[in-house]
């Protein structure tokens, strides 16, 4: 059994080996050594850093060149930032623009009223005469109402009195 568990991790140890070589061909950073210290090439963007071994570390400063390339790019990402902003700000208006216009097309069509006069007072001639008519057949209605509770007090004041007919009730004989 020991010899079985011991061939299995030999087997092990060489795919990992082999797994590692391709890997190690395929590394990001390239160190050189120089008299100033390490210099680092970074594979994948093309920077180069100059490290120094400080208390037992790699410490990386990058170069003058790659500074200026992160500036330039910091400052194209706030351009682009900046005009993004703008952009977001106009579709905010357009959309306020647009949620106003479905509003006003929910209230419906907006009737514009004739001008009126102060001779002309709040109602046309044919409001008027509609507000004429409808005060007259209230004011009918009202009168008849006032005539029916007044007989009606006069039928409980004096119960074996015949009941008087006003002009407007008629008198039910022609």
């Known amino acids: 059994m020991l ?50 071994e400080r208390n037992g570390k790699l410490i990386c400063t990058p170069s003058a060149d790659a500074i200026l390339a992160y500036e330039a790019e910091i400052a194209a990402l706030e351009r682009e930032n900046k005009q993004l902003r703008e952009d977001l700000a106009q579709i905010g208006e357009q959309l306020r623009n647009l949620a106003e216009m479905v509003e006003a097309k929910r209230a419906g069509p907006v009737v514009e009223q004739p001008q009126r006069t102060e001779k002309d007072g709040w109602l046309g001639p044919d409001e008027e005469e509609k507000l004429d008519q409808a005060f007259d057949f209230t004011e009918k209605a009202m009168r008849r109402f006032f005539n029916m509770i007044e007989g009606l007090r006069q039928d409980f004041d004096n119960p074996g009195a015949v009941p008087q007919t006003t002009p407007e009730e008629g008198s039910g004989t022609p």
Not at 33 to 46: F, H, N, S, V, W
């Open 3 to 52: 010899v079985v568990v011991t061939a299995f991790f030999a087997v092990l140890g060489v795919a990992q080996a082999q797994d590692l070589a391709p890997r190690a061909q395929e590394a990001r950073f390239i160190l050189t050594e120089t008299p100033q210290g390490i210099m680092r090439l970074d594979q994948a963007d093309g920077t180069v850093s100059y490290c120094e």
